[in-house]
């Protein structure tokens, strides 16, 4: 079983809202860190948004603060990102991802990746 599966994503106009999800194996909490990641084209891929799975700390890249939320559900299998007033520049592909080290935004430090869902956004 893959450690994480995606869904969710499409296309929405500007000022629209759009929730992924990610479920993890075994558990979101089997991990120190989750996030989200996102890779425009062209461009290299650039962290979201993170959540320690067994806290309540969040972060967000400055790009996502006070517009996206990233959440897990209560039976610790399933991470969220809701995206919330998006904007044409948040066309992207998204990806989750998974690490055992603290919630940072090195790439390296995560091990399992989701197989990435594309969001569009139309102005």
């Known amino acids: 079983q893959r450690p994480l599966v995606q869904s969710g994503g499409g296309a929405v106009q500007a000022g629209g809202s759009l929730r992924l999800s990610c479920a993890a194996s075994?558990?979101?909490?089997?991990?120190?860190?989750l996030a989200w990641f996102r890779q425009a084209p062209g461009k290299e891929r650039e962290g979201v948004a993170a959540i320690f799975p067994r806290g309540v700390n969040t972060y967000y890249t400055d790009s996502a603060k006070g517009r996206f939320t990233i959440s897990q559900d209560n039976a610790n299998k399933t991470l969220f990102l809701q995206m919330d007033s998006l904007e044409p520049e948040d066309t992207a592909l998204y990806y989750c991802?998974?690490?055992?080290?603290?919630?940072?935004?090195?790439?390296?430090?995560?091990?399992?990746w989701g197989q990435g869902t594309q969001v569009a956004v139309s102005s």
């Open positions: 075994p558990y979101t909490v089997s991990y120190n860190c």
């Open positions: 991802a998974a690490s055992y080290v603290s919630c940072s935004w090195k790439i390296s430090d995560y091990i399992y």
